[in-house]
C-alpha cells in the first residue's frame, strides 16, 4: 500500500465499533450494500481479511484487531484536533470525559480533576459515576476518555491500557468523641470498637481485612458502603470509625467535621487511569497525571 484511504478506514472502523454493517449504516446515514462493498475494496487494498462471520455477527480476524486498534487512535487524535481548533477560535473548551468508580474517594477524585477544571483554557469536564467493569466497556466505545479507579484492569479488553496514577496511606478517622476514646493504644483500640467499612468489591476492604487479620482485631462491622462519600456520611453522624486516604486528611477532616486518629501501618490506596491508549494523548489526561505527581507518591 503507497496510500491509506482514510475513508474506506472510517466504515471500518464504525463497522467494527456498532458491531455489524445494519447498525454502522445507521449510525452513517448510508446503504448497507454502499458500506460493505467499501470493506471489501478496503480488503483488497491491504491485502487481508478484516473481519469473519460467526453465526449471523461479524467478528474481527487478528488483523482487523489490529487495524481497529490503530483506527482508534487516529480517529481519537482527530477528535482532538477538531476540538483544538474549535477553542482556538473561541469557541467552547475541550470536553473530558471521564468514568469514576464509586467506590473511589471523592475527595481524591475531585483533586486528581481539579488541575483539568484551573486549565487556561479549562477543560469541559463530564463526570460519569459507576461500577469499574461497566464503565470500562465504555473505553473502546469513546463513551469516556479515561476511567479513574482504585484497582488495574485485568483480564479485559487488550485496547485498554492502565496507567498508575500513585498510592498514599491510609488513616482512621471518627468525630470527636470516638476519637479521643479510641486514639490510644492504636491499633489495639480497634479492638470491639464500631467501624465502618468499605464493601468487599473493593480494593481498599481487601487491603484492610489482611490488615485486621494480621493485627488480630475484631471491631464491631456497623455497616459497609460501597460509596466512599456515602461511608463518610455514616462516619460524620458517629456511626463509627472510617478509613479514609492521608492525601485528604485535612479535607475530610473538615469537610465532615472528624478527626485524625492514626495512620494503619502498611496499608495504601492505589489510584489508576485507565486509557484507550497506551500513549496518553488527551492534554485533559496528560494534565491530571502531571500533576498528580506532585502529591501523590
Known amino acids: 500500500m503507497e496510500r491509506l484511504n482514510y475513508q474506506h478506514l472510517f466504515y471500518f472502523w464504525n463497522v467494527a465499533r456498532e458491531g455489524g454493517v445494519t447498525r454502522a449504516s445507521e449510525k452513517l ?85 481539579e488541575p483539568a477544571l484551573a486549565a487556561s483554557p479549562a477543560f469541559q469536564v463530564v ?10 466497556t465504555e473505553l473502546p466505545l469513546h463513551g469516556v476518555d479515561l476511567v479513574l479507579s482504585d484497582w488495574p484492569a485485568t483480564g ?5 491500557y492502565n496507567h498508575l496514577i500513585g498510592e498514599c496511606g491510609v488513616a482512621a478517622f471518627a468525630i470527636p468523641e470516638l476519637q479521643q476514646r479510641h486514639r490510644e493504644n492504636f491499633p489495639r483500640c480497634l479492638d470491639g470498637a464500631p467501624l465502618l467499612l468499605p464493601t468487599t468489591n473493593t480494593a481498599l476492604r481487601r ?22 462519600a456515602l461511608l463518610k456520611t455514616f462516619g460524620a453522624a458517629g456511626a463509627g470509625v472510617f478509613m479514609a486516604p492521608t492525601a485528604v486528611r485535612a479535607q475530610v ?11 494503619l501501618d ?10 484507550a491508549q497506551r500513549k496518553i494523548r488527551h492534554a485533559g489526561v496528560v494534565t491530571i ?9
Request: aromatic share 8%; hydrophobic share 40%; net charge negative.
Open 29 to 113: 446515514g448510508l446503504a448497507q450494500p454502499t458500506i460493505s462493498s467499501q470493506i471489501a475494496v478496503f480488503e483488497e487494498s491491504i491485502g487481508a481479511q478484516l473481519f469473519r462471520k460467526e453465526g449471523r455477527q461479524l467478528v474481527m480476524t487478528e488483523t482487523g484487531r489490529t487495524v481497529f486498534n490503530y483506527a482508534d487512535e487516529i480517529f481519537s487524535i482527530g477528535r482532538e484536533l477538531g476540538s483544538a481548533l474549535k477553542n482556538r477560535a473561541g469557541a467552547v473548551s475541550v470536553r473530558l470525559s471521564v468514568g469514576v468508580s464509586n467506590a473511589l474517594p471523592k475527595l481524591v477524585v475531585y483533586r486528581l480533576l
Open 127 to 136: 463526570c460519569h459515576e459507576d461500577k469499574t467493569e461497566r464503565l470500562l
Open 156 to 160: 479485559a479488553d487488550a485496547r485498554i
Open 207 to 228: 487491603s484492610l481485612d489482611q490488615w485486621l487479620d494480621a493485627n488480630r482485631l475484631f471491631p464491631r462491622i456497623v455497616a459497609e458502603v460501597e460509596d466512599s
Open 253 to 263: 477532616e473538615e469537610q465532615y467535621g472528624v478527626q485524625y486518629i492514626a495512620t
Open 266 to 275: 502498611g496499608v495504601s490506596e492505589r489510584f489508576y487511569a485507565i486509557t
Open 289 to 297: 497525571l502531571e500533576s498528580a505527581r506532585d502529591w501523590l507518591v
